[in-house]
């Protein structure tokens, strides 16, 4: 029985420190930080300060040195028992250096301590690669990050380890992945709704001034176009 028994957990990779705090470059054996890069001492894993959905870093395999195989992180156990629908909410974005992507990421859940893996989700090799086509070194714009909720019955369990599991099959450009949150599946949904762009005009319909209202914008340029109904 895991001892991490809080209702939600959210990790953005804010500090470099994180992948020596409770994020750790560790054999596979070990897995007693809050989650563990097991991908051997290659790991290409890595912190890209600069490049975020949420805050201002995230975690991203390098398309320039990914080594072929399987690239893994791995959490420790929770006890998601309490929670009427424990979800894992992740996000994330990637590119490609030409039409035929071969990369994908799956994410699986154990309940018997990583002796065996279940499929949770996966993002194909054309998910994976979301952006499209880079021919440079790929960071993703805001408009580029997805976010994914995942969700078994199976995840009421008082012992749950995740699994993230990279996989380089050819040549590709970057993958981020950033803001991991475990919890509740409606907060985790609602979450995701609250920090979506919205953009208002009021009065609607007008014949005069109108307001234009937009959110969760702060410190971004913003570019408003008119154009009538013939473009």
Not at 53 to 63: E, L, R, T
Request: charged fraction near 20%; include cysteine.
């Amino acid at each position: 029985v895991s001892t991490n028994t809080a209702s939600s957990y959210s990790y953005s990779f804010e500090s470099e420190s994180d992948l020596s705090g409770d994020w750790n470059i560790v054999s596979s054996s070990d897995i007693e930080s809050i989650w563990s890069f097991n991908t051997s001492e290659s790991s290409t894993w890595e912190w890209a300060n600069g490049v975020a959905k949420h805050g201002s870093a995230s975690i991203k395999i390098n398309g320039e040195r990914g080594a072929s195989g399987s690239h893994e992180i791995i959490s420790v156990a929770y006890d998601l028992s309490g929670l009427t629908d424990p979800a894992i909410k992740f996000s994330w974005s990637g590119a490609a250096v030409n039409t035929f992507p071969e990369n994908d990421l799956k994410i699986t859940y154990s309940n018997n301590c990583g002796e065996d893996w279940l499929t949770l989700g996966t993002l194909s090799p054309v998910e994976s690669a979301n952006a499209g086509l880079y021919a440079v070194n790929f960071k993703p714009a805001d408009k580029e990050w997805k976010d994914t909720i995942l969700t078994k019955p199976q995840l009421k369990d008082d012992n749950i380890r995740f699994k993230f599991e990279y996989t380089v099959n050819g040549r590709s450009n970057n993958f981020y992945l950033d803001n991991i949150q475990i919890g509740e599946e409606s907060s985790l949904f609602q979450s995701e709704i609250s920090t979506v762009n919205k953009l208002s005009i009021f009065p609607n319909p007008t014949k005069g001034e109108a307001t234009i209202a937009v959110e969760n914008l702060a410190e971004m340029d913003v570019k408003v176009s008119l154009v009538n109904i013939l473009g």
